[in-house]
């Protein structure tokens, strides 16, 4: 079977978005170099002004596409702000990309506890010292935060901070681009109606 085949076939035979998609990430994780779950997260402020920027998907399942922040960071307030958002994944390797779109939810607190205590040490004691997106007045003031969080955590669990949680997009489309010869790449989307069913279409380039 020619790769480009293998490329129809591998889009064709699924009906439903998430085991290819499945599939994809898998992938990428054989052949990125870095964080294959790396997603641009697109939010829209208060103001209507678009924001981008570069997350890590924790995790995905028919509910949606799972990352966590700190919720009052630029992004956890425009989240808030409007419920919706948008996420763009780029596999240069294998020239392929995946465009998700949709309303959002916040992580129950059991999820979020969850992967809070499985994130490394350091990692959550920086969750407690980071006041994402506000103005630092120097390198040593984070520093200071973080030996003083250090210290007051060094025996026993890290709790996780209130204003530390995760969102879930919802998708309500989903699309898959796969590169081709000439500039006439694959497209096809997903597309989720009212009962839930997914219908799927191919687009022109």
């Known amino acids: 079977m020619t790769t480009d ?10 009906d439903e978005p998430f085991r290819l998609f499945g599939e994809w990430l898998e992938e990428a ?35 949606g596409f799972a990352f966590y922040t700190n919720l009052e960071s630029a992004k956890g ?28 939810e916040q992580v129950s607190d059991e999820e979020a506890d969850s992967y809070f205590a499985s994130r490394p040490r350091g990692s959550r004691i920086g969750a407690w010292a980071s006041k994402q997106s506000r103005p630092l007045e120097s390198r040593y003031a984070l ?3 973080v030996a003083e969080y250090t210290a007051k955590f ?3 669990e890290i709790p ?17 681009w796969q590169d081709r010869q000439f ?12 009962g839930g069913a997914w219908t799927k279409t191919r687009f022109y380039p």
Not at 5 to 13: G, L
Not at 167 to 175: G, L, Q, T
Not at 183 to 188: E, Y
């Open 5 to 14: 085949a293998h490329k129809d076939k591998n889009q064709a035979e699924h």
């Open 29 to 63: 994780g054989k052949s990125e170099p870095n964080d294959p779950n790396a997603t641009s997260l697109a939010t829209v402020d208060g103001d209507g002004m678009p924001n981008v920027r570069m997350v890590l998907l924790k995790g995905f399942d028919e509910r």
């Open 77 to 104: 307030r425009e989240i808030v702000g409007s419920m919706k958002a948008a996420m763009c994944f780029h596999w240069k390797s294998l020239r392929r990309q995946v465009r998700v779109r949709g309303p959002v």
């Open 143 to 145: 520093e200071k935060a």
């Open 154 to 156: 060094a025996v026993g």
């Open 160 to 176: 996780r901070p209130e204003y530390w949680s995760g969102f879930r997009i919802m998708p309500e489309s989903i699309e898959f």
């Open 183 to 194: 500039r006439l790449h694959d497209r096809i989307i997903f597309q989720r109606e009212s």
